[in-house]
């Protein structure tokens, strides 16, 4: 008999409509919202009209395309509020990026992907896209290489999707080149990424160790042409700033 939990069919459909609206960068018609979830037109048209009407999502005059609504920020924002960790790491990134210069990011590995908690944004970084409550693939990203560099193989194996998407020219697509990054990141203790997520940018990111494994990271964001001549100052710095946020977790009693 399978152990799989029983998922109520209404509640996941629901989930998965709001997933798909805020992934997407546009507003999404009924016709590409069944393509994307494959779900029948009659039951997803019922389900968006209780959406729309409890303001999870919103739609135009003639309800032709739908976006995610303002609730969901509401729960978003919830989220943050909650979240004991946050304020804390909010000060170590002013911190930071007052001590660097560059952006900085704090994010935690949510399954396969990371969620940006936290971003504070280098005074001339223009190019660097806001990323608080957004999600992206974890192999992509030099926060998630770190954070799955705490698992072990065969976990990172059963973790993520087949094949890994690729984000850039750049991107880790291969299974057995991203373990042995992985090896290498436990080896040194941070992660460095050139390009792989976003052209242009290369990233540092040390893990913040108050849980085991560890679930959130720091990293900081840069001018690729920058990186080779700024790692090394740059990683020490993350290092040094990662290391006295989780004491400070550790001794808030942060779990």
Same mark, same amino acid.
């Given at each position: 008999?399978?152990?799989?939990?029983?998922?109520?069919?209404?509640?996941?459909?629901?989930?998965?409509?709001? @997933?798909?609206?805020?992934?997407?960068?546009?507003?999404?018609?009924?016709? @590409? /919202?069944?393509?994307? !979830?494959?779900?029948?037109?009659?039951?997803? +048209?019922?389900?968006?009209? !209780?959406?729309?009407?409890?303001?999870?999502?919103? !739609?135009?005059?003639?309800?032709?395309?739908?976006?995610?609504?303002?609730?969901?920020?509401?729960?978003?924002?919830? %989220?943050?509020?909650?979240?004991?960790?946050?304020?804390?790491?909010? @000060?170590?990134?002013?911190?930071?990026?007052?001590?660097?210069?560059?952006?900085?990011?704090?994010?935690?590995?949510?399954?396969? +992907?990371?969620? %940006? #908690?936290?971003?504070?944004?280098?005074?001339?970084?223009?190019?660097?896209?806001?990323?608080?409550?957004?999600?992206?693939?974890?192999?992509?990203?030099? /926060?998630?290489? *770190?954070?799955?560099?705490? /698992?072990?193989?065969?976990?990172?194996?059963? #973790?993520? &999707?087949?094949?890994?998407?690729?984000? !850039?020219?750049?991107?880790?697509?291969?299974?057995?080149?991203?373990?042995?990054?992985?090896?290498?990141?436990?080896?040194?203790?941070?992660? %460095?990424?050139?390009?792989?997520?976003? =052209?242009?940018?290369?990233?540092? $990111?040390?893990?913040?160790? %108050?849980?085991? =494994?560890?679930?959130?990271?720091?990293?900081?964001?840069? &001018?690729?042409?920058?990186?080779?001549?700024? *790692? @090394?100052?740059?990683?020490?710095?993350?290092?040094?700033?990662?290391?006295?946020? $989780?004491?400070? #977790?550790?001794?808030?009693?942060?779990?």
């Amino acid at each position: 008999m399978s152990m799989e939990p029983q998922l109520v069919k209404s509640a996941e459909r629901t989930v998965r409509i709001l @997933e798909a609206l805020a992934e997407s960068h546009d507003h999404m018609t009924l016709s @590409e /919202l069944q393509q994307r !979830t494959g779900f029948p037109r009659s039951s997803l +048209h019922a389900l968006m009209r !209780t959406l729309v009407e409890l303001n999870w999502v919103e !739609t135009d005059s003639a309800r032709s395309a739908f976006g995610i609504g303002p609730h969901a920020l509401l729960t978003g924002t919830a %989220y943050l509020d909650k979240d004991p960790a946050l304020p804390f790491a909010q @000060e170590s990134l002013e911190d930071l990026r007052d001590e660097i210069g560059h952006t900085v990011h704090f994010a935690r590995r949510d399954g396969a +992907h990371v969620l %940006y #908690l936290a971003t504070r944004d280098s005074r001339e970084a223009d190019h660097i896209i806001p990323r608080v409550g957004r999600r992206l693939p974890a192999h992509v990203t030099a /926060l998630g290489q *770190v954070l799955l560099a705490q /698992l072990t193989d065969d976990e990172v194996v059963a #973790l993520l &999707p087949q094949p890994l998407i690729a984000l !850039t020219d750049h991107t880790i697509t291969d299974l057995a080149k991203l373990t042995g990054e992985l090896d290498q990141v436990r080896t040194r203790g941070w992660s %460095y990424e050139r390009e792989q997520g976003t =052209p242009g940018v290369a990233c540092v $990111a040390v893990a913040v160790d %108050y849980r085991i =494994p560890a679930t959130d990271a720091i990293s900081c964001s840069m &001018p690729a042409a920058l990186a080779p001549g700024a *790692v @090394e100052r740059i990683t020490e710095a993350i290092i040094k700033h990662t290391r006295k946020l $989780a004491a400070t #977790l550790r001794r808030e009693g942060i779990r």
